[in-house]
């Protein structure tokens, strides 16, 4: 009996990594920068990372899906979903991100200056959430939800939309252009 007792604590002392979530928080205590406060959860055993942006007007909920290459946030004062694929050359790994969670957990920015991506909205809803996976079909059913296509090269010169730009944990920029974004 006291073998399967201490057998089960250290299995459960091994496994627990695998399956943590961490968190960390980015405040803006005086909130002249606008950041508010921010907090990331990073899931191995399901393979998708949350941030959730508290900001006031300006807050929004991002979950990034590994295990289907599609990222969505939720623009709260749109109440909106917009869905991507995930650029994996700039947005890091899971176990990229969890590394710089913990290594960021109390700090502030510092290190190379953010990557940034920018994506183009469609006017056209989605009318089916099915094809991004089950994590993504739960944040926003009920939610009206757009595509969003990566803008590259020469078009990001040439694009004038206006955009809302999500800053996570001063690694990376995602910028959602377009008349369903605008404030």
């Avoid at 590394?99 to 940034?116: D, I, M």
């Avoid at 089916?128 to 939610?143: E, H, N, P, Q, Y």
């Amino acid at each position: 009996m006291k073998f399967t007792i201490v057998f089960a604590g250290l299995l459960g002392a091994f496994l627990t990594p695998a399956f943590a979530d961490y968190n960390i928080n980015v405040s803006d205590e005086d909130n002249s920068g606008g950041s508010g406060q921010q907090s990331v959860s990073v899931n191995n055993e399901h393979n998708v990372a949350n941030v959730d942006n508290n900001n006031g007007w300006g807050s929004w909920n991002s979950l990034w899906d590994y295990e289907t290459g599609f990222a969505v946030t939720r623009l709260f004062h749109k109440k909106v979903c917009i869905v991507h694929k995930m650029n994996k050359e700039v947005m890091p790994s899971l176990q990229a991100l969890d590394a710089l969670v913990k290594e960021k957990k109390g700090k502030g920015p510092g290190g190379p200056p953010p990557k940034g991506l920018m994506y183009s909205v469609s006017h056209n809803k989605v009318n089916d959430l099915d094809k991004f996976g089950k994590s993504i079909v739960t944040m926003c059913k009920g939610v009206p939800t757009y595509m969003a296509e990566e803008i590259q090269g020469e078009s990001l010169i040439l694009y004038s939309e206006k955009c809302f730009i999500t800053n996570i944990l001063w690694i990376l920029n995602i910028s959602f252009c377009g008349e369903t974004v605008e404030y």
